[in-house]
């Protein structure tokens, strides 16, 4: 194995949740009058903290979100992750075998803590991610394209940055691995590839992986 930590994201990595959480999302702030679709969301939002939503939403119309945006979106979304949540094709022989290795590996996810274990939950993937495997943008005081997240990862699991990689779909999110200083490897199987700039190496079946950390 080349690195000593592997940094999985969670929406779209873990969990195919990108197409159920930017469906409601497009659909809520169209409810509220910004008027947005599903491709709208996928551009501006996909890896995206809840913050930078509402500091998009202001930026271009002046208007704030409702205060209990944050609570609304998430219990939909939450309601529609119980009845149609999957785990990303593949993940879970990735995760085992690198469990069955003793490779390091943690998640460090834009979304919430609740956000993160009801999807885990629903999926099985929670018999793979201990509490101490578990980040999320709450814990630092800004999500991606900044590093924080990623580099208070690795800081917690104890490895230095630059033998970790991390795997990432959003362009955010590999923004944000090589502001860290780390590798990426770039999923396209829902982002495309020229929109993953700078990814170390990209891959589009998660079968793929393994062949690429060694």
Known sequence: MRYDLVIFDN????????????????????????PTSYED??????????????????????????????DVFHARVFAAFERELEPVAGVTGVLEKLAGDGVPYCVASSGSHARIRVGHRTTGLDRWF???????????????????????????MGVAPERCVVVEDSPLGVRAAMAAGMDVCGFTAMTPAGKLA??????????????LLV
């Open 11 to 34: 929406d779209g990595v873990l969990v195919d949740s990108e197409p159920i959480s930017n469906r409601h999302l497009a659909a809520y702030l169209t409810e509220l009058g910004h």
């Open 41 to 70: 969301s996928i551009r501006d939002y996909m890896g995206s903290a809840m913050h930078r939503i509402h500091e998009l939403v202001l930026e271009r119309t002046g208007q704030r979100l409702p205060d209990d945006f944050d």
């Open 130 to 156: 201990a509490e101490e495997r578990i980040f999320s943008s709450e814990d630092v005081g800004r999500g991606k394209p900044w590093p924080d997240l990623f580099l208070y990862a690795a800081d917690r």
């Open 198 to 211: 700078g990814a170390s190496q990209l891959f589009g079946d998660m079968g793929e992986l393994l062949d």
